[in-house]
């Protein structure tokens, strides 16, 4: 079965004409100003891994047009229980899901969901894979402050290699031309992703990194795995950490962006994150009018 019409799997494969419709009807979206598009549907929320913000904004987006929304999470469900993957979803289809919203650990799961599950499905990050609704909040962000992509530097630093936010963000940003640099060790930026997107490089020094960047966006590293990687802590933070120092080799005017969860003394000191080039929290705002326009379009109501 080929995925439901509105589902949203993946940047790689979405054209820049759809990206920009999205982020264009999302500017007409608040949820301050709640719009029934979706009065009477059901949103599925179905997350087997943990999350604050993508959750709550695809809930609130959700209740902002009119949704009704059941959160189903691995922890208290029957998942816990060992039904798979499809069996899960068949119930929540069989429960008269509308949309349903998955995040999974694994690569692809919400692919599998969309060959056997007639409705659209929306893929809120799937393991190593892609993050698409953070990349186009992203874009909405970097849109809001730079006006346009064109000439953008943007300068992607932390645990690339495992990060689905970079991949789906440098799929994004490619298809508009931005110059994309991606900052780290080795072991966490290698010479591969290169290959991920045209206009994408590797830095191995934070001041090359830096120099000429208008858009910072910071990933989140996790100690454990700098630990399993033999990568020691206080290198990391000598060589990659953003301090104000540091952000001054930048553009002036360049913002800092990060999906959360950030770690402060880790990624970036609290003076970055809490300085006035961050837009940490803005990114969170703009989550859910993008989301709104990410489930109105599942239902064929973005016009
Ligand atoms: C990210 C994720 O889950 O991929 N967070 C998010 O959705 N805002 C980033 C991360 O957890 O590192």
Redesign the pocket.
Same mark, same amino acid.
């Given at each position: 079965m080929n995925p439901a019409r509105g589902s949203l799997l993946a940047i790689e494969h979405l054209e820049a004409a759809e990206i920009l419709k999205i982020l264009k009807f999302a500017r007409g979206m608040n949820p301050d100003k709640p719009r029934p598009l979706l009065k009477g549907r059901r949103v599925l929320l179905l997350f087997y891994e943990a999350?604050t913000?993508?959750r709550s904004s695809f809930e609130i987006a959700a209740k902002s047009l009119g949704a009704h929304t059941v959160l189903i999470q691995s922890t208290g469900s029957s998942i816990e229980k060992g039904e798979s993957l499809l069996d899960t979803g068949y119930t929540v289809r069989a429960l008269g899901a509308d949309v349903i919203v998955i995040r999974h650990p694994n690569a692809g799961a919400p692919y599998v969901m969309a060959q056997h599950i007639d409705v659209p499905i929306v893929n809120a &990050?799937d393991g190593l894979h892609e993050?698409p609704s953070?990349a186009l909040l992203d874009a909405y962000t970097i849109l809001r402050n730079k006006k346009s992509f064109k000439g953008l530097q943007v300068a992607i630093v932390g645990d690339i290699f495992h990060? #689905?936010?970079a991949r789906s963000a440098c799929h994004l940003l490619s298809k508009f031309g931005v110059k994309i640099i991606l900052c780290g060790p080795p072991e966490l930026a290698p010479e591969i992703a290169t290959t991920l997107a045209p206009g994408v490089r590797i830095a191995r020094h934070i001041e090359d990194a830096l120099r000429g960047t208008d858009v910072l966006m910071l990933? #989140?590293v996790q100690t454990e795995r700098l630990a399993g990687l033999k990568i020691n802590l206080s290198e990391y933070v000598a060589r990659y950490q953003m301090t104000a120092a540091r952000l001054k080799m930048a553009k002036k005017d360049c913002i800092v962006m990060h /999906? &959360? /969860?950030i770690i402060r003394g880790l990624e970036l000191t609290s003076e970055v994150a809490d300085g006035l080039q961050a837009r940490i929290l803005e990114e969170v705002r703009d989550g859910v009018p993008v989301r709104m326009a990410i489930l109105a379009r599942a239902m064929g109501k973005m016009r």
């Amino acid at each position: 079965m080929n995925p439901a019409r509105g589902s949203l799997l993946a940047i790689e494969h979405l054209e820049a004409a759809e990206i920009l419709k999205i982020l264009k009807f999302a500017r007409g979206m608040n949820p301050d100003k709640p719009r029934p598009l979706l009065k009477g549907r059901r949103v599925l929320l179905l997350f087997y891994e943990a999350s604050t913000r993508t959750r709550s904004s695809f809930e609130i987006a959700a209740k902002s047009l009119g949704a009704h929304t059941v959160l189903i999470q691995s922890t208290g469900s029957s998942i816990e229980k060992g039904e798979s993957l499809l069996d899960t979803g068949y119930t929540v289809r069989a429960l008269g899901a509308d949309v349903i919203v998955i995040r999974h650990p694994n690569a692809g799961a919400p692919y599998v969901m969309a060959q056997h599950i007639d409705v659209p499905i929306v893929n809120a &990050g799937d393991g190593l894979h892609e993050h698409p609704s953070q990349a186009l909040l992203d874009a909405y962000t970097i849109l809001r402050n730079k006006k346009s992509f064109k000439g953008l530097q943007v300068a992607i630093v932390g645990d690339i290699f495992h990060s #689905r936010v970079a991949r789906s963000a440098c799929h994004l940003l490619s298809k508009f031309g931005v110059k994309i640099i991606l900052c780290g060790p080795p072991e966490l930026a290698p010479e591969i992703a290169t290959t991920l997107a045209p206009g994408v490089r590797i830095a191995r020094h934070i001041e090359d990194a830096l120099r000429g960047t208008d858009v910072l966006m910071l990933l #989140r590293v996790q100690t454990e795995r700098l630990a399993g990687l033999k990568i020691n802590l206080s290198e990391y933070v000598a060589r990659y950490q953003m301090t104000a120092a540091r952000l001054k080799m930048a553009k002036k005017d360049c913002i800092v962006m990060h /999906p &959360g /969860p950030i770690i402060r003394g880790l990624e970036l000191t609290s003076e970055v994150a809490d300085g006035l080039q961050a837009r940490i929290l803005e990114e969170v705002r703009d989550g859910v009018p993008v989301r709104m326009a990410i489930l109105a379009r599942a239902m064929g109501k973005m016009r």
